[in-house]
């Protein structure tokens, strides 16, 4: 079980990483050159959080399953994760910064559904699913992933 999910939640993280980098370039597109917000635009930011959101269930299931997770912390004590730079990636700042940038994507995309016109829309979906951007990019262990 642990390695196909850890399986799944590693290749669906290439997925998660190209939709909300297409979401957030479309929110800045769509601001910066004034464009009209039309059901495209709706569609690419929902599947956006659809993908994030399967990704943080896949990850929270992994994390209390993976010996890198919560049983890292169980076997080692938190001081010792916490000193240690890779057991502290995986096991505290990657879970947490995830959640953050599926909150950031979630409030995002549900504020800019209460804006009536095309301009508010795009800055907050611009504005929040850029700073969910960057916290994914920050917190991605690079050295798993290649």
Do not use: C
């Not at 370039?25 to 910066?32: D, P, Q, R, W």
């Amino acid at each position: 079980m642990y390695t196909t999910l850890q399986f799944l939640h590693s290749y669906w993280a290439y997925v998660v990483l190209l939709t909300v980098s297409l979401a957030t370039f479309n929110a800045l597109v769509g601001y910066f050159a004034k464009k009209e917000y039309n059901p495209k635009d709706f569609r690419i930011s929902l599947f956006a959080l659809i993908v994030s959101h399967l990704q943080l269930l896949l990850g929270l299931v992994l994390y209390f399953v993976s010996p890198l997770g919560m049983k890292s912390i169980s076997n080692n004590g938190m001081a010792t994760v916490m000193k240690d730079s890779m057991l502290r990636l995986n096991a505290v700042e990657h879970p947490t910064v995830m959640i953050l940038m599926v909150v950031f994507i979630t409030i995002g995309y549900s504020k800019h559904k209460k804006k009536l016109v095309s301009t508010p829309k795009f800055k907050i979906l611009a504005s929040f699913y850029t700073i969910a951007l960057i916290l994914m990019l920050s917190r991605i262990p690079w050295n798993q992933w290649f």
